[in-house]
C-alpha cells in the first residue's frame, strides 16, 4: 500500500511555470506506475501523465506534451510534474495516483490517490 501527498500548486501566469510533486510512503515505490491526472470544474477526470516504476517509460496527454515533463526519484520516494508554457485550460486540481505493477493512463485503473493540489493559470 502507498499513501500520496501532493504540493507545489498555486496561482501562475499565462507562460509561466509550477513543478508538482508527489510524495510517497511505502517500501516499494519503484513498484508502482504514477500518473498524474486533473479535474477542472465541470469536467472529469482526465490523463495529464504517467511514468513507469523505473522511470524509464513515460506517457504524455497530447495537449500537454512538449511542456510538461513527468519525472521520479525512487531514493526520495517523490515524483514531479514539471510544467511550463502554461496555459489557462491547464487550471484544475492536480491529482498523482499509483497503480501496482501495471501500466494505465485510465483513472479507473489507479487504486492509490493523494488529496489533489489546486493550479490555477491566469490570462
Known amino acids: 500500500q502507498v499513501q500520496l501527498v501532493e504540493s507545489g500548486g498555486g496561482l501562475v501566469q499565462a507562460g509561466g511555470s509550477l513543478r508538482l510533486s508527489c510524495a510517497a510512503s511505502?517500501?516499494?515505490?519503484?513498484?508502482?506506475?504514477v500518473g498524474w491526472f486533473r479535474q477542472a470544474p465541470g469536467k472529469e477526470r482526465e490523463f495529464v501523465a504517467a511514468?513507469?516504476?523505473?522511470?524509464?517509460?513515460?506517457a504524455y496527454e497530447d495537449s500537454v506534451k512538449g511542456r510538461f515533463t513527468i519525472s521520479r526519484d525512487n531514493a526520495k520516494k517523490t515524483v514531479y510534474l514539471q510544467m511550463n508554457s502554461l496555459k489557462p485550460e491547464d487550471t484544475a486540481v492536480y491529482y498523482c495516483?499509483?497503480?501496482?505493477?501495471?501500466?494505465?493512463?485510465?483513472?479507473?485503473?489507479?487504486?492509490?490517490w493523494g488529496q489533489g493540489t489546486q493550479v490555477t493559470v491566469s490570462s
Open positions: 495516483a499509483a497503480l501496482y505493477l501495471g501500466w494505465s493512463q485510465e483513472p479507473n485503473s489507479y487504486a492509490y
Open positions: 511505502g517500501r516499494t515505490f519503484g513498484t508502482y506506475t
Open positions: 511514468i513507469s516504476g523505473n522511470g524509464g517509460v513515460t
